[in-house]
């Protein structure tokens, strides 16, 4: 069993920064892919960005620039910074692990961003 734990998450200023976190723990395999994902209300649950093992990167077009995805392997841990928020980043943020047992999500942390 695999647990996902996010934080960081919480209410900011557009133009502000946060910096969420995400640790896994349990029976651990070695994760192929880390990222975070996001859903807003009424919209589907779209990728936010992604890390692989080796430290290669993908980001949505609306984050890029803003947003940072680090991961750290020996702890397990997978980070996103984001700058210069903006109030259509608010949503519930969700971690995501990927390994050849699946996939795994955390229980989501929320991020709103008032204007």
């Known amino acids: 069993q695999v647990q996902l734990v996010e934080s960081g998450g919480g209410l900011v200023q557009a133009g502000g920064s946060l910096r969420l976190s995400c640790i896994a723990s349990g029976n651990i395999f070695r994760f192929n892919s880390m990222g975070w994902y996001r859903q807003a209300p009424g919209k589907q649950r779209e990728l936010v960005a992604d890390?692989?093992?080796?430290?290669?990167?993908n980001y949505a077009g609306s984050v890029k620039g803003r947003f940072t995805i680090s991961r750290d392997n020996a702890k397990n841990t997978v980070y996103l910074q984001m700058n210069s928020l903006k109030p259509e980043d608010t949503a519930v943020y969700y971690c995501n692990a990927q390994n050849i047992l699946g996939p795994y999500w955390g229980q989501g942390t929320q991020v709103t961003v008032s204007s």
């Open positions: 890390i692989t093992s080796s430290g290669i990167t």
